[in-house]
C-alpha cells in the first residue's frame, strides 16, 4: 500500500520564502559617495537627524552612537559642546513598503508540491503532492512562489559648522526579505563606512560577511 503525504499548495510560498531566507546570506549594499573631506585630525563632530520624524528617538540615539563609533574609527572626536561642533553630521534612514516579486522554476519527472489530479471517478484529489512517477510517468510541471522583497536606504552627509560647506554625501541602498531597521540599519552603517570616506564620486558595491550566529 502507497501511502500519501499531503502538503497543501498554500504552503508553496511559505516554503520559498523559508527556502531563501532560512540560511545565512551576505549583506549587498550600493554605496554612493562624493566627498572634500579633510583628513581626520581630530575635528570634532556632531550628529543630527536629517528626518524631522527620527529626531529625538531612542531608535534614532542608537544609530547614531554606532555611527558615532565608526567615525571615532576613523580618527574623529564627538563634540563636547554639540554646539561648537566642527562637522555636523546628518543621519536619515528607511525602508520601503516592499514589493511583490514571484519565482516559477518548472521541470521534467516528480514536482515537489502542485495540483494531484483527478481520481478514479473523475473526483479532484484536492491539491498538495503530485508524483508523476505514480499517476502515468513522469511530466512537466510549474513551481509559481511569491515573496516581498524590501528596499532600505541610509544616507549621511557632514557639513562643515562654520560655514555649512558641504563635505561628504553618502547613500546605501539595500534590498532585503526583511524590514526590519534593526537589522538594515546597522549593516547599512557598516556598508557606508567600508573604506569610508571613498573616492570622490564613486558608485561601489559592498558585501558583508552573513552574521556569526551564536
Known sequence: MIAFRKIGLFAAPVLALLGLS???????????RFQQLPAPAGQSYTIVADDPKLAGGLEFSHYAQLVGERLAQTGYV?????????????????????RERVRSTGGYGAAP???WGYGRWGRPWGYGYYDPWLFGGPGFYNDVSSYTVYTSDLSLKIDRAADNLR???GKASAQSL???LTYLVPNLIDAM????????GEDVKITLPPEKKG
Request: with cysteine; proline share 6%; net charge negative.
Open 22 to 32: 532560512g540560511c545565512a546570506t551576505s549583506f549587498k549594499a550600493d554605496v554612493a
Open 113 to 115: 508540491y502542485g495540483p
Open 193 to 200: 563606512f567600508t573604506n569610508f570616506p571613498g573616492q570622490n
Open 167 to 169: 563635505l561628504f554625501e
Open 78 to 98: 564627538a563634540a563636547s559642546d554639540p554646539a561648537k561642533a566642527d562637522l555636523i553630521v546628518r543621519v536619515a534612514y528607511d525602508v520601503d513598503n516592499g
Open 178 to 180: 526583511s524590514n526590519k
